[in-house]
């Protein structure tokens, strides 16, 4: 694992939780923390997507690395809402995924919706554009139970397979970026939009299994390590160019 300027530690105002785990959480965002990958050296790096206030999250990869953080996330409790422009690429995902639990559902319109601390959501855009957080969400679940807020405790996951013209603009409002096998142009847009220059030599050499990490802190890499059984459901946690 590589690192390059993160902030001091912070405790997870929302959980209980030992110095290792602290030791390995990527940014300060608090509540429970979702295992994206592992270190070179076999550790979990539990990174908290979920927290009391909307959450942004890009991902800059292909669709099965947005797949393995949506099955990742519901290993916390979180409830995935699915918009995208091609939803029999998430049929099958949404149908084994998730078994007789109903987490997963496919929604017309990625708006976020209010979960809980126990019961977050992941509201995840796949080739569309996430409205403004704040707004009811479209065919949220009846029983995740009582809600925080608007848009408390949901996390917006924006899957973009290629950079446009608007996407500077999308990555400078993340809380967090998520990238997976980026030319040099993209490395070199992501580390600019985040203000993290320095992240631009760490993502150009990312190999094709491993993730990087970048907030405003700084970034962090590793590698996916997707179980046998992810592999079963998503296939290879690769990058593949989109369908035209």
Do not use: C, K, Y
């Amino acid at each position: 694992m590589r690192t390059t300027g993160l902030p001091a530690r912070s405790a997870l105002g929302t959980s209980l939780t030992d110095a290792g785990t602290l030791d390995a959480v990527l940014v300060p965002l608090g509540g429970a923390g979702v295992v994206l990958g592992r270190s070179a050296d076999g550790r979990p790096q539990p990174v908290p997507l979920f927290r009391p206030e909307p959450t942004s999250v890009v991902l800059l990869g292909g669709r099965a690395l947005a797949q393995l953080v949506a099955f990742r996330s519901m290993a916390v409790g979180a409830r995935v809402l699915v918009s995208t422009a091609d939803p029999a690429r998430w049929t099958n995902f949404a149908h084994l995924g998730a078994g007789s639990s109903g987490d997963v559902r496919l929604t017309p319109r990625p708006v976020p919706g209010g979960g809980t601390a126990t019961v977050p959501h992941l509201v995840v855009a796949d080739g569309v554009l996430p409205d403004v957080p704040g707004q009811p969400a479209a065919d949220v679940p009846d029983d995740a139970g009582p809600a925080g807020g608007p848009a408390s405790w949901s996390t917006t996951l924006t899957v973009l397979g290629q950079l446009t013209a608007d996407s500077r603009d999308l990555l400078a409002g993340a809380d967090l970026v998520l990238v997976q096998s980026p030319t040099p142009a993209e490395a070199r847009t992501v580390a600019a939009a985040l203000a993290r220059p320095e992240a631009e030599l760490p993502l150009s050499r990312l190999d094709p299994e491993e993730i990087g990490a970048v907030t405003r802190h700084g970034v962090r890499t590793w590698s996916s390590a997707p179980t046998s059984v992810e592999r079963w459901l998503i296939g290879a946690v690769d990058r593949r160019p989109p369908r035209r």
